[in-house]
């Protein structure tokens, strides 16, 4: 097999879900990948599932020059609430003792982004399309809320990979 360039791998984007299907809305991300899996993917784009891998994803950051990261968050405002931000990944090396007191999936999205960023693998890009969860509890059904969202989140993530491909 033919090793690919640098410049070919870093021009790639990532949609990544994050969450657990089991806990009800915090299945928000990999429903939005469900949702996304039925649009033609462009070239140069992967939609993928990462459920709770935590900072064993790390490594495969580094072939993306820009990841989108669908995931829920206990943020202000209403259950179904989604918002889009770009993420400035703060903190390094000196931060990872805190962080290595977690186990692998116990790492919320702050800390494997702080640990891609201190192996060298953070892309260039990172944006968070979050939602409020309503109900974090054992449910494979997400809130009637949080559903609506995900088709929301799912226009946000094409709209802004139009910008990009």
Request: aromatic share 6%; net charge negative.
């Amino acid at each position: 097999m033919a090793k690919k360039s640098e410049e070919s791998l870093r021009s790639r984007i990532l949609v990544a879900g994050i969450g657990n299907r089991l806990m009800g809305d915090d299945g928000f991300g990999p429903r939005v990948i469900d949702l996304l899996s039925a649009f033609d993917i462009p070239k140069g784009v992967d939609f993928r599932d990462f459920g709770t891998a935590g900072l064993t994803i790390a490594t495969d950051l580094e072939e993306y020059e820009l990841v989108i990261f669908l995931d829920s968050a206990d943020v202000e405002g209403e259950p179904g609430e989604i918002f889009m931000t770009e993420v400035a990944v703060e903190g390094g090396l000196d931060d990872m003792a805190e962080i290595s007191r977690f186990t692998l999936h116990e790492v919320g999205l702050e800390g494997l982004l702080r640990f891609s960023k201190a192996i060298g693998t953070i892309p260039s890009k990172v944006i968070l399309i979050g939602c409020k969860p309503k109900v974090v509890w054992p449910s494979l059904e997400l809130s009637p809320e949080v559903e609506e969202a995900t088709h929301r989140a799912a226009e946000m993530v094409l709209d802004t990979l139009s910008q990009y491909v």
